[in-house]
């Protein structure tokens, strides 16, 4: 059975890092999920400093609050990565990673959604942009120095579709994760995230068995910027083919709600919304 999960950004105080990961296990169990997908950052209440310890911890939370650890995540290549414009950024980016590789293992998960660099950043307008092909290379270069750990610990990195403006066609994900003849890497594919240049189920069915995540999200072609992301069910994904795709290919991991914004006034409620949203699509509600 497909684990229905919930990401931890979703929550109030998640973008930020303030919200106690425990806490979060919780609720999420409160809202009807099976699992949670949780996020790093460089601290905060899942920071790089995390110890073994600290997740043997976290798993027994989870288990007492009756949720899986299903995969990671982190918003941490925003602001450096792999192919970042300086060395001293690129060799940060590979330090952290291959400390969320190590803390993702601890975990038990067998995902990590990975975002190796960006041509630009559309939240980041005064970032300069970087040419595509020095993003490729660098994004390589960077991936081949923290794939052979990610192979040793049992843990494929999800190159997720976000806008960024690279590897944006499933046939391109497919070279550009093919090249490195590895396990350990897959694509982590937001559905939401496609709709403004492509189809989803398109992009399941091409990937196949290269597919290591998903996220479900929910986006209006017409409004066609970041305000476009609503509810699921209320905007333009076709979730029958996207479920249909997802049978097809044989993916049986956790599909991951990544809920931002959240509601300005109880923001909760959209964590319930879309509990009742994720069943009707999973196909739990009569």
């Given at each position: 059975m497909i684990l229905k999960s919930l990401n931890y950004w979703s929550m109030p105080g998640g973008?930020?890092?303030?919200?106690?990961?425990?806490?979060?296990?919780t609720k999420a169990k409160h809202y009807r999920y099976d699992a949670v997908e949780l996020c790093i950052a460089n601290d905060g209440a899942l920071g790089l400093d995390t110890d073994e310890a600290r997740c043997r911890e976290i798993l027994s939370a989870a288990q007492a609050a009756g949720v899986q650890v299903a995969s990671?995540?982190?918003?941490i290549y925003w602001e450096y990565a792999l192919a970042s414009d300086t060395e001293t950024d690129r060799a940060r980016a590979v330090e952290a990673l291959r400390k969320m590789i190590q803390i993702t293992s601890w975990l038990g998960c067998k995902t990590l959604?990975?975002?190796?660099?960006?041509?630009?950043?559309?939240f980041l307008p005064d970032q300069p942009s970087r040419s595509y092909n020095v993003v490729w290379d660098r994004s390589v270069a960077g991936l081949k120095q923290v794939l052979p750990l990610a192979e040793e610990l049992g843990?494929?990195?999800?190159?997720?579709?976000?806008?960024?403006?690279?590897?944006?066609?499933p046939l391109e994900m497919a070279r550009f994760i093919d090249q490195f003849e590895s396990p350990a890497i897959g694509a982590y594919v937001d559905v939401a995230n496609i709709l403004p240049y492509g189809?989803?189920?398109?992009?399941?069915?091409?990937?196949?068995?290269?597919?290591?995540?998903?996220?479900?999200?929910?986006f209006r072609r017409a409004v066609g910027n970041g305000d476009g992301f609503?509810?699921?069910?209320?905007?333009?994904?076709n979730w029958p083919e996207v479920m249909s795709a997802i049978a097809e290919i044989g993916y049986d991991g956790p599909v991951a709600a990544e809920m931002i914004p959240q509601y300005r006034f109880y923001p909760e409620v959209r964590i319930a919304n879309t509990s009742?949203?994720?069943?009707?699509?999973?196909?739990?509600?009569a």
């Open positions: 973008l930020e890092g303030t919200l106690p990961v425990e806490t979060f296990l990671v995540a982190s918003g959604l990975t975002i190796p660099g960006a041509v630009d950043v559309f843990v494929r990195l999800g190159i997720e579709n976000v806008w960024n403006k690279f590897l944006t066609s189809y989803p189920e398109q992009w399941l069915r091409i990937l196949g068995k290269r597919v290591a995540g998903v996220h479900f999200k929910d609503v509810d699921l069910l209320e905007g333009d994904v009742n949203a994720m069943d009707a699509i999973l196909g739990r509600t």
